[in-house]
């Protein structure tokens, strides 16, 4: 067989396979639970890309961000400029600005408190929980609360919950779990965080 | 110590670091090369999460879509709506839909000329190949072409190249390699691939 003709079955075969599964790709009931963990960058990010599609496709989306308060990014820039996302911030900011562990769990309480009842509500397609394995590693939250909250959810809502440390009880209960591992890093090799890359 | 020292102390500690990560955070200077690769779910994503932070500091992008050329896709679909995104995709869409090798080399060599141009222009911040990987993989681009390409990228431009299976020449370059592993996928448990969520 000639180069051609192998490369030609070979791109027969996966139009096939490409046409299967989009041929499935009409399903909006189920809602899944999607988690993104690892030491590696990309988990919130690919977190707010899956908002992007989202809301490409016309969905209701909500966001609550865990941690990550009082710091500007431009993810949160973005989307209040944008309008269209339900946000909703941990009020106390960033845990270690508040060197008060009381106040700690109390906020992050009412910040799942928040994404339990939008998940809840049906209102909403996507649910992120950005930062929220910060909260559950620090024992602000306890896993089986959060559990209980997204067994909750109305049927076609999908929540995604983003974090290094993603607690083991919490993959096991979801549908999806990608790890982002950081194979080589610019920070190791004295490059800095830069604006727009990395917040 | 009490607990609550313990803690007000750890905390401290963290605030200390963050603070100093944070007063390195405004060198805009030097572009770097990110490589979002491994065969789990994010690598797309997380660089449309990249350009929602990009656009949210006001900073310009270039999107050049590899191989995914003609499917409907809610990024597409919500960046032309956003019209702040200059997005060029490679015009003969799946390649598994043309079945012709020379098409899809000439096809992917446009492509990337494109992604080069913005790149050198110094007109843009942030300039992403999507699913380029895929395209180096089929030996549609040669990896020294692509290598030369980001070398004369303009100072302050950061490139971010996606998909599986990265070239190793391409990784020994890239300032970051971050590597997306799927632990659990929700195809293998019988969940379809969902609007928003995959695509």
Not at 28 to 41: A, C, D, I, S, Y
Not at 52 to 80: H, S
């Amino acid at each position: 067989m000639s180069d051609a003709q192998d490369h030609k079955q070979k791109m027969q075969q996966q139009q096939a396979e490409q046409r299967a599964k989009v041929s499935e790709l009409r399903d909006p009931e189920k809602g899944l639970v999607l988690v993104h963990t690892g030491n590696g960058k990309g988990k919130s990010s690919s977190a707010f890309g899956v908002v992007i599609r989202a809301l490409g496709w016309k969905q209701k989306v909500g966001v609550v961000q865990f941690i990550k308060g009082k710091w500007i990014t431009g993810e949160r820039q973005f989307f209040d400029r944008l309008g269209e996302v339900t946000w909703h911030t941990m009020g106390e900011g960033f845990t270690w600005d508040t060197q008060d562990r009381d106040r700690d769990i109390a906020a992050a309480e009412a910040a799942f408190a928040k994404a339990r009842d939008m998940m809840a509500s049906g209102d909403y397609d996507l649910v992120v929980m950005d930062e929220i394995n910060i909260a559950l590693r620090y024992d602000y939250l306890k896993v089986e609360d959060v559990i209980t909250g997204l067994e909750g959810r109305a049927k076609g809502t999908t929540a995604v919950l983003t974090g290094r440390d993603a607690k083991p009880e919490l993959c096991d209960y979801a549908d999806l779990v990608t790890e982002m591992t950081e194979v080589k890093h610019p920070f190791h090799s004295g490059i800095k965080a830069q604006r727009g890359v990395d917040f």
